[in-house]
């Protein structure tokens, strides 16, 4: 007798990951499969579109194995994805014509500054978004002028184009199905938030083609069924797609208006629900689809950062500093404070509130007392700062106090950046049990789609808090290293030329 498992398919910047729950949504199988990120150069930053896909074929045979689980035993799929990061492929031979540009690439930022003085307020009223190489919309235009000049194999339907999760969900159906979901399209800057369609305004000015594009629809429907010969032998309906970042939202249960949670990965990203009602940030934050169901679409404040997690990789993997990030919490410790150091990692610009593309990392306090120990200590601060600067103006533009907040992502297992987050921030962070949210929320989503939930409240009833930290610091000392930290960022910024 076949098993009810719920796959959560999971693909993250720096690797894709797996996660199959029982019907009680026990975690009983997990696989994980790096991703590679390439830098051609300064500001730039790809996929192989085919090695993302390769990584999520390993990462589920992983969770399978993990979970002695056989392919009759998936009832169906959820996926979540990186989110602004786009593929061109061509449509009869599945290859994509360039690689993947990463969400964190910044090669169109020429580009969308020209853009600015004519077509800022147009965008943002109409899409919710800033004009900034972030999003999904400079990123195709640069592909197709390089590979599609005159826009005739776009035109003639000999090119396909989307964000990460219509690639997955193609390469999956055995290329049957195009589509993706409301929270996915919100964050292309192609997306009319109100009319919950694309903009053919906007689609005309990026040199777009509407028939590269996917349909768009609700985040919990149906995307077609697995080809069991693509798929490792597995032929399940797709019933969930979402942004990892919306999906952690999901698996965070935060499904109530003015309920905040956030993912600590590669970057960190702060989202608040904000119920059926768009808000409009005059600080920078974002307005984004949370998800779509019925044809209904719930909202949410978005802030990003860049650079969290990936300042621990370069730690690792550029300066040398640690093997493993699983060192940092103690090297913190032991630096015993901050030594008047600095970390602004801003490798690639900064995201909200500054939105500064040219901005670029810096370390500033530098002594001849400065350890080792301090730069990690300054490394793992320098995402505390950040996400407090986002914390605020999301308070701000929201009208909503926030009182607690739900974290999730690789970091929260480092309990020094855990309570010196609780300390700048002044409120009680909550960890769940299950830590792979955003794996969660797409199975949750996955689901619904199938009819095995009824809502999202049901769903949200299964999330459990594993700790929780309270806030020991003294406002005094909070208020120094918070004006310091501004200091220190308005010196890296405007850098790069």
Request: net charge negative.
């Amino acid at each position: 007798m076949a098993r009810r498992l719920y796959l959560g398919l999971d693909q993250g910047t720096t690797g894709t990951t797996a996660i199959l729950f029982d019907e009680h949504w026990r975690l009983v199988g997990r696989g994980y499969q790096e991703i590679r990120q390439y830098y051609p150069r300064a500001g730039w930053v790809e996929h192989d579109p085919e090695e993302i896909w390769y990584s999520a074929l390993s990462a589920v045979r992983q969770a399978m194995n993990a979970a002695g689980a056989v392919p009759r035993d998936i009832r169906c799929l959820g996926l979540d994805h990186e989110g602004e990061s786009v593929v061109v492929w061509e449509k009869t031979t599945g290859k994509p014509v360039y690689p993947a540009i990463v969400w964190q690439d910044r090669r169109t930022a020429a580009y969308a500054d020209s853009l600015k003085a004519d077509y800022e307020s147009a965008i943002r009223e109409k899409t919710g978004l800033l004009i900034d190489p972030y999003f999904s919309a400079t990123k195709l235009k640069w592909i197709l002028d390089r590979v599609d000049l005159d826009r005739s194999a776009s035109k003639n339907g000999r090119l396909l184009a989307g964000t990460m999760d219509v690639w997955l969900n193609w390469k999956l159906t055995g290329g049957k199905f195009l589509r993706t979901d409301a929270s996915t399209a919100s964050r292309t800057m192609l997306y009319h938030l109100q009319k919950g369609a694309w903009d053919w305004d906007i689609l005309d000015l990026m040199g777009l083609a509407p028939c590269i594009l996917p349909e768009i629809g609700d985040s919990a429907a149906y995307f077609g069924e697995t080809d069991p010969e693509a798929f490792l032998d597995i032929c399940c309906p797709i019933t969930g797609v979402m942004v990892d970042q919306q999906a952690a939202l999901l698996g965070q249960a935060c499904i109530a208006p003015g309920t905040v949670k956030t993912t600590y990965g590669t970057g960190c990203f702060m989202l608040m629900n904000s119920g059926e009602t768009p808000v409009l940030s005059e600080s920078g934050l974002l307005t984004t689809v949370a998800w779509q169901l019925d044809g209904k679409r719930t909202y949410a404040l978005d802030g990003g950062i860049y650079i969290a997690g990936a300042a621990t990789q370069w730690l690792r993997d550029g300066a040398g500093i640690i093997s493993d990030a699983s060192q940092t919490e103690g090297m913190a410790l032991r630096a015993g404070g901050n030594g008047g150091l600095y970390f602004v990692p801003s490798f690639t610009g900064l995201a909200a509130p500054y939105w500064d593309s040219y901005a670029r990392g810096m370390m500033i306090g530098i002594t001849g007392g400065t350890s080792q120990d301090h730069i990690v200590r300054a490394t793992l601060e320098s995402t505390a700062y950040q996400v407090k600067d986002v914390l605020d103006v999301m308070a701000r533009d929201s009208g909503v106090p926030i009182t607690v907040m739900r974290c999730d992502g690789g970091s929260t297992c480092n309990r020094f950046l855990m309570q010196f987050q609780a300390d700048i921030l002044n409120i009680p962070l909550e960890i769940p049990e299950i830590s792979d949210t955003t794996a969660l929320g797409a199975a949750y989503m996955a689901a619904i789609g199938v009819g095995d939930f009824s809502s999202l409240w049901e769903a949200a009833d299964h999330w459990k808090r594993r700790c929780r930290y309270e806030p020991t610091m003294s406002a005094d000392q909070r208020q120094s290293l918070l004006h310091h930290w501004h200091r220190a960022v308005e010196r890296a910024r405007n850098w790069a030329e």
